[in-house]
């Protein structure tokens, strides 16, 4: 199966950090990508493969890998990083699907 | 830096075809990166619709696979999608891609570094 299951919402206090999770088969043989989206925005690539940031991502953002989970971590989350957070990855046809999404709210 | 810029009509009738380009700046059509589109309905998430690459390749959503076209015009410097038969479903923001590809070691590591802005397309009579 090529579906990446995220969980729908998690919340964080200012400063503390959050772990967003994306679990799928493909990811026991690929590496996802991460992908903010503010409202009435594109998105925005905020990690990829084994844990690279793109020029201008802050370094509170990292990404791990284990079995068949992917994951985000913000280690002391801004206001400004309240968005929705979607992973990707290749599946063994050559697809590369979304995850459902998570929206993460900075209390 | 390379830029995309998609462009289309904003409204197609029901059992239509939408048709949207991308033009690619700053770049070549024929550098190593695919190209795709990703869709997004009111109040949902992303969903991946296929890709293109420079020599025609395609991969496309299963589920969509059977009314989608995508395709490249390189003396233009740009790749469009076509989509058949729609219905209000079909009704979203669509966006265009790059996805590029890192090897490290023996990993491939896929990621889409460059978004358009999006333009919504909405189906109804």
Known sequence: SSELTQDPAVSVALGQTVRITCQGDSLRSYYASWYQQKPGQAPVLVIYGKNNRPSGIPDRFSGSSSGNTASLTITGAQAEDEADYYCNSRDSSGNHPFGTGTKVTVL | ?125
């Not at chain 2, 949207?20 to 589109?37: D, E, F």
């Not at chain 2, 969509?64 to 058949?84: A, G, M, P």
């Not at chain 2, 923001?93 to 460059?114: E, L, N, W």
């Open chain 2, 1 to 125: 830096q390379v830029q995309l810029q998609e462009s289309g009509p904003g409204l197609v009738k029901p059992s239509g075809t939408l048709s949207l380009t991308c033009a690619v700046s700053g770049g070549s059509i024929s550098s190593s990166n695919w190209w795709s589109w990703v869709r997004q309905p009111p109040g949902k998430g992303l969903e991946w619709i296929g890709e293109i690459y420079h020599s025609g390749s395609t991969n496309y959503n299963p589920s969509l696979k059977s009314r989608v076209t995508i395709s490249v015009d390189k003396s233009k410097n740009q790749f469009s999608l076509k989509l058949s038969s729609v219905t209000a479903a079909d009704t979203a923001v669509y966006y265009c891609a790059s996805r590029d590809i890192v090897v490290s070691g023996p990993y491939y590591y896929y990621y889409m570094d460059v978004w358009g802005k999006g333009t919504t397309v909405t189906v109804s009579s």
